[in-house]
């Protein structure tokens, strides 16, 4: 059986793993729809898209399925400009919202890698059962400077080590009970981190977020 260390290891994409520039942080900052949409599919865009390209295939042997890659496109925005971006992974070639999954982005101020349950996914009630049955199983697999949030809207994110059992368990009863609840866990790296602009510390970061969060996703996905 191939460990996900081989894999880590083995993957030559890695190597081709884009660094990000003040110049794409830069470009959440940009005034207007059409501006910003324009650098963004000019700077930012394209290394999603290598991004994406590159961790499939890990994604794919983690998760023991194919997993495909959906880069934001913010079509339906028609006034007001994006504040961050990203690209999302998930089983289904046509969408990812629906499903959990995980993401790579960014917001001005960091990089985010982590995994997600939107509003849009009907997994939310069960995952929230689930994860209070194996509440300290779960927090337990988490380090403690990931982060964790239930808006994907909105770029803060509560540290893992300043989260109490009650604070969980809240978060896990309001998946079960409130249909827009959303839960994303990861890290945040930070623009002047100087991981952000080293691109080979990226994807390493990357697929040791996407294996350590595996335990949340196998719950998620569980019949």
Known sequence: MTTTTELRINEPGLNQ????????????AIPGLEPRMEALIANVRP??????????????????????????????????PPNDTWVAWAPNK????????FQFGMWGSHIFIQFALIYES????????????????ITQTVPNDYVWSMDHMKPEAAPHHALTRSD?????????????????CGIHIQRDDPAAADGRQLG?????????LMPLYRLAVQD
């Open 17 to 28: 793993f884009p660094d990000f520039t003040g110049q794409d942080f830069d470009v959440f």
């Open 47 to 80: 290394k999603l898209e290598a991004i994406g390209h590159i961790m499939s295939p890990y994604l794919s042997a983690l998760c023991g399925e194919e997993m495909f890659a959906h880069v934001a496109k913010h079509a339906r925005r028609t006034v007001h």
């Open 94 to 101: 046509r969408g990812y919202k629906a499903h959990p999954h």
């Open 122 to 137: 009907d997994r939310k009630p069960l995952f929230g059962e689930r994860w209070l049955r194996h509440l300290d199983e």
């Open 168 to 184: 969980f368990e809240d978060m896990a009863k309001r998946l079960k009970t409130v249909k827009s609840s959303e839960l994303l």
């Open 204 to 212: 390493e970061r990357a697929a040791e977020v996407f294996d350590t």
